[in-house]
């Protein structure tokens, strides 16, 4: 694929049909693009995040330290970092994982349910994503199982 650098820009593509290059950040006119003024959804992923935390409803849950894996998918418009290249334009992933290890590890909740809603909170509340999906896995919960836990999603999808 070619990539062009001018506003405008035609090449010939399959069958010598008439190509139009744009800017990163421009507005795509190509078949099957979505319509102007729609806007998309990209994703930023956080995966296998393990945080040791204080879970669970038995008295010997309450005494130890249980670990926790947590993915993240966040939904963000990643178009203006792509379109700059400067790391200023972009989710900042990394805060991301810090604040959410910070709460997990900070926290103590009797349900994975409570805990798993309450960072999807933190992640729309504290940071500029319009949806979020939480993941969170209670390793070793359950004889026999790889992990037990709860999805959840919050927020919108579409921008």
């Given amino acids: 694929m070619r990539v062009g650098h001018g506003a405008g820009r035609v090449s010939r593509g399959c069958a010598g049909q008439p190509r139009t290059w744009r800017n990163p950040g421009e507005a795509s006119t190509l078949p099957g693009a979505e ?3 729609e806007t998309t959804l990209d994703i930023i992923f956080i995966e296998a995040l393990r945080v040791e935390t204080v879970i669970g409803v038995y008295d010997w849950e309450r005494r130890i330290r249980q670990p926790v894996v947590i993915d993240l998918e966040m939904g963000t418009d990643i178009a203006p970092a792509a379109a700059s290249d ?8 990394k805060a991301v994982s810090k604040r959410v290890q ?3 590890g900070e926290s103590s909740f009797h349900l994975v349910e409570t ?3 309450r960072i999807a909170a933190l992640v729309l509340d504290e940071f500029p994503v319009p949806w979020v999906r939480v993941k969170l896995n209670k390793v070793g919960a359950l004889r026999g199982a790889a992990g037990v836990g709860i999805i959840v999603e919050r927020g919108r999808r579409t921008g």
């Fill in 35 to 37: 319509p102007a003024g």
């Fill in 86 to 93: 400067d790391v200023a334009d972009a989710l900042d992933y």
């Fill in 102 to 104: 910070q709460f997990v």
């Fill in 115 to 117: 805990l798993t809603a």
